[in-house]
């Protein structure tokens, strides 16, 4: 797999559920970030976690890395219909002025 | 908040005809990026830019894509004899350090149709 694989591809779930998306990468990291991008938009910035940080919370937001495992999920709690979106997560190796995005997960939130 | 603006929004031009894409990045920035989403796929890393100067690039910036900084202030991503496989959405970034502690500020891209 290439770096920044995500699953669940798509997923779809009623309003007030919590949502689970994860994210595993290869190489080593100084940082992982999620973004968001609605439907023909831009991406939007929501969280960064640090490689010596374990979890981070923002709102309703809340992002947990393990190195160990080059993996990382974020959680999105008591969801609303204007989460649906595109969710991204991207690994800025430090060594490389780049970030390097997984796949994806489309989140479809039911009202 | 500040913003990452670019411009056109929606472009379609001919194949083998230059296209020019603009972004205006935060002023107190000072590394800029493109990215490119070819419709249903991955968001891809073209450049870097730095001092006025590229600082890393892909494989898929070869010597069809060039950057610039022409006053300042814009930043624009120049593409030669555009292709059918160049539509995409083209996104501009900046960030206002190398720090890898940062998150980018992505503008809402140019979505590029070559016909």
């Known amino acids: 797999s290439q770096q920044g694989e995500e699953d669940p591809q798509a997923l779809s779930i009623q309003e007030g559920e919590n949502a689970t998306m994860n994210c595993s990468y290869k190489?080593?990291?100084?940082?992982l970030q999620w973004y968001r991008q609605n439907s023909g938009r831009g991406l939007v910035h929501l969280i960064l976690i640090r490689s010596n940080e374990r979890e981070k919370h923002s709102g309703r937001l809340r992002v947990t890395l393990d190195t160990s495992k080059k993996s990382s999920s974020l959680l999105i709690t008591a969801s609303r219909a204007a989460d649906t979106a595109s969710y991204f997560c991207a690994t800025d190796g430090g060594a490389t002025n780049k970030l390097i995005f997984g796949t994806g997960t489309l989140l479809a939130v039911q009202p | 908040e500040p913003e990452v603006t670019q411009t056109p929004s929606h472009q379609v031009t001919q194949m083998g005809q230059e296209v020019i894409l603009r972004c205006v990045p935060i002023s107190n920035h000072l590394y800029f990026y493109w990215y490119r989403q070819i419709l249903g796929q991955k968001v891809e890393f073209l450049v870097s830019f730095y001092n006025n100067e590229i600082s890393e690039k892909s494989e898929i910036f070869d010597d069809q894509f060039s950057v610039e900084r022409p006053d300042g202030s814009n930043f624009t991503l120049k593409i030669r004899s555009t292709k059918l496989e160049d539509s995409a959405m083209y996104f501009c970034a900046s960030t206002p350090y190398r720090e890898p502690n940062y998150g980018y500020t992505f503008g809402s891209g140019t979505r590029l149709t070559v016909v």
């Open positions: 190489t080593s990291i100084n940082n």
